[in-house]
């Protein structure tokens, strides 16, 4: 069916405007590529009856072929995973140099997951006494936890403040996390 929306025509009224879409996210989900589509805007655009008639244009756009499309607005986006995703970037890169080198994590790391699967205490109590029993610069073990939880190789609830004062299982998906590091053991290796 055709719609009933005029399509924006360029100042003159001659030519049709070039419409655009604000993300085209390519996925890969299994072997499968798909397409989503994404547009932007201030909740208080929406009470503008052109903004939802344009946006229907392009939802007409994308469902014709078969590109599921979204509005996402200020409201739609939780700031707490946000701020904790921009966290997580920043330890993305290997933080230890000078202080761990990556042939001797594995000791460190281990002995880290051990003690989050206890499931007691904040992150701060357990990092700080670890870094004590290695024998490390104070905080290096939070960093370590830090990279870990970038590479999802320890799952974190994305949805909390991040604080490391907070008891460990309000931080850390410790089901999941055991879930995990009983494949590791039983000798498949988990990547992140």
Same mark, same amino acid.
């Given at each position: 069916?055709?719609? @009933?929306?005029?399509?924006?025509?360029? *100042?003159? $009224?001659? %030519?049709?405007?070039?419409?655009?879409?604000?993300?085209? @996210?390519? =996925?890969?989900?299994? %072997?499968?590529?798909?397409?989503?589509?994404?547009? *932007?805007?201030?909740?208080?655009?929406?009470?503008?009856?052109? @903004?939802?008639?344009?946006?229907?244009?392009?939802?007409?756009?994308? %469902?014709?072929? $078969?590109?599921?499309?979204?509005?996402?607005?200020?409201?739609?986006?939780?700031?707490?995973?946000?701020?904790?995703?921009?966290?997580?970037?920043?330890?993305?890169?290997?933080?230890?140099?000078? #202080?761990?080198?990556? =042939?001797?994590?594995?000791?460190? #790391?281990?002995?880290?997951? =051990?003690?989050?699967? @206890?499931?007691?205490?904040?992150?701060?109590? #357990?990092?700080?006494?670890?870094?004590?029993?290695?024998?490390?610069?104070?905080?290096?073990?939070?960093?370590?936890?830090?990279?870990?939880?970038?590479?999802?190789?320890?799952?974190?609830?994305?949805?909390?403040?991040?604080?490391?004062? %907070?008891?460990?299982?309000?931080?850390?998906?410790?089901?999941?996390?055991?879930?995990?590091?009983?494949?590791?053991?039983? $000798?498949? =290796?988990?990547?992140?």
């Amino acid at each position: 069916s055709s719609m @009933v929306y005029k399509h924006p025509k360029n *100042v003159g $009224g001659h %030519n049709s405007c070039v419409m655009t879409t604000d993300f085209l @996210v390519t =996925a890969k989900i299994g %072997n499968e590529t798909q397409l989503f589509a994404r547009s *932007v805007k201030y909740a208080k655009e929406l009470t503008d009856k052109r @903004v939802l008639q344009k946006l229907s244009i392009e939802k007409e756009y994308w %469902n014709r072929r $078969g590109v599921p499309w979204q509005l996402v607005t200020e409201d739609s986006i939780n700031i707490e995973r946000c701020k904790n995703i921009q966290e997580m970037l920043k330890k993305y890169e290997y933080p230890l140099s000078g #202080i761990l080198d990556k =042939a001797n994590t594995s000791g460190p #790391i281990r002995r880290l997951i =051990a003690e989050i699967l @206890v499931g007691q205490g904040t992150l701060s109590d #357990i990092t700080s006494e670890l870094d004590t029993y290695f024998e490390l610069k104070s905080g290096s073990m939070l960093s370590l936890f830090r990279y870990l939880a970038a590479h999802k190789i320890i799952p974190v609830y994305l949805d909390n403040p991040f604080l490391p004062t %907070n008891q460990i299982e309000s931080l850390v998906d410790i089901p999941l996390l055991k879930e995990k590091h009983l494949l590791e053991e039983s $000798g498949y =290796a988990f990547t992140s």
